[in-house]
């Protein structure tokens, strides 16, 4: 069956830097397009960035565009979030998704900037 896992998350104070993974398993990866998101408290989850199938293009929602990267590597099963610069209002869980006709999502990762 599909599994998204999540890890990377943490504490850490405005300005620094977070590595973000999601290990998939249970589907041909290399043929999906990958998706991050993420929650904060009180809110909807929103779209943060999605990588096309080969990695060969990527966007951005205009909150995170020139501080977050979106990577995945096909031959580990990995999509990554490169997350610099991180604001206060980047506090929230996040979560990979992958939609095969159903949405997909793993038990998110906390990530909380704050001093």
């Known amino acids: 069956q599909v599994q998204l896992v999540e890890s990377g998350g943490g504490l850490v104070q405005p300005g620094g830097s977070l590595r973000l993974s999601c290990a998939a398993s249970?589907?041909?990866?290399?043929?999906?397009?990958m998706k991050w998101y993420r929650q904060a408290p009180g809110k909807e989850r929103e779209w943060v960035a999605t990588?096309?199938?080969?990695?060969?293009?990527?966007i951005y929602a205009d909150s995170v565009k020139g501080r977050f990267t979106i990577s995945r590597d096909n031959r580990k099963n990995m999509v990554y979030l490169q997350m610099n610069g991180l604001k206060f209002e980047d506090t929230a869980v996040y979560y990979c998704?992958?939609?095969?006709?159903?949405?997909?999502w793993g038990q998110g990762t906390q990530v909380t900037v704050s001093s």
């Open positions: 998704n992958v939609d095969r006709g159903v949405r997909y």
């Open positions: 249970g589907f041909t990866f290399s043929a999906y397009t």
């Open positions: 990588v096309t199938s080969t990695g060969g293009s990527v």
